[in-house]
């Protein structure tokens, strides 16, 4: 059963005394998108941009880069950033609910589950997207120059912190439900 705002005790106080850390964690979280959409629009701007950044990474010649491999890179990056402007979506409902003193309510648990599965997805695409742009990337070139995949160590903290999410508001929804057992018995 759903609580309804009547029902849920006033956290106007509690509201206040984090009001500056939602707005800074919703503004923080719209910069860093728009930062890194900027930057990854900066390299995609043009084929020979996209050649000479990922060239220096990979060590290889990209100068004679295929329409068609600039093309899939362009969209495999694109569908990347959407993932990660969706995590900025949730966070920014989330800390909305919570600026609404609306903080253990089922929606605002609802909201940080999407938002921790957002994050994992977002982790996901972004370690399959690096062999997929890597593949559209070098697939003109000779085999033994081809780059197929890279990690990094962030990954994995990225994933953790996304799962911990997850978790909180897996814990979160058994407090909210408790909780409302709790006032049908009062």
């Known amino acids: 059963m759903r609580s309804t705002l009547s029902a849920r005790p006033d956290h106007r106080a509690l509201t206040r005394r984090i009001a500056l850390l939602c707005h800074a964690i919703r503004w923080s979280a719209l910069l860093w998108a728009v930062w890194a959409t900027a930057m ?3 390299v995609f701007a043009s084929p020979d941009r996209v050649a000479e950044h990922y060239g220096r990474f990979f060590k290889v010649d990209l100068t004679n880069l295929p329409t068609s491999g600039y093309a899939l890179a362009l969209l495999i990056i694109v569908l990347d950033v959407a993932l990660a402007w969706l995590v900025v ?6 800390f909305g609910h ?6 253990f309510s089922h929606a605002a648990v609802d909201e940080m589950w999407r938002c921790g599965w957002a994050g994992v997805a977002a982790v996901v695409g972004d370690i399959l997207a690096r062999p997929a742009l890597a593949y559209a990337l070098t697939q003109h070139l000779s085999s033994s120059q ?3 995949f890279w990690t990094d160590p962030n990954d994995l903290l990225h994933l953790m912190v996304a799962l911990f999410v997850v978790a909180v508001a897996f814990i979160f ?3 909210v439900e408790i909780a409302d057992e ?3 018995i009062v």
């Not at 979506?89 to 989330?94: A, C, D, T």
Request: hydrophobic share 45%; charged share 25%; no cysteine.
């Open 98 to 103: 919570y600026l609404r003193a609306d903080i």
């Open 182 to 184: 709790n006032r049908q």
């Open 89 to 94: 979506v949730f966070i920014w409902r989330l």
């Open 173 to 175: 929804r058994a407090g």
């Open 146 to 148: 081809r780059h197929h």
């Open 40 to 42: 990854t629009l900066v």
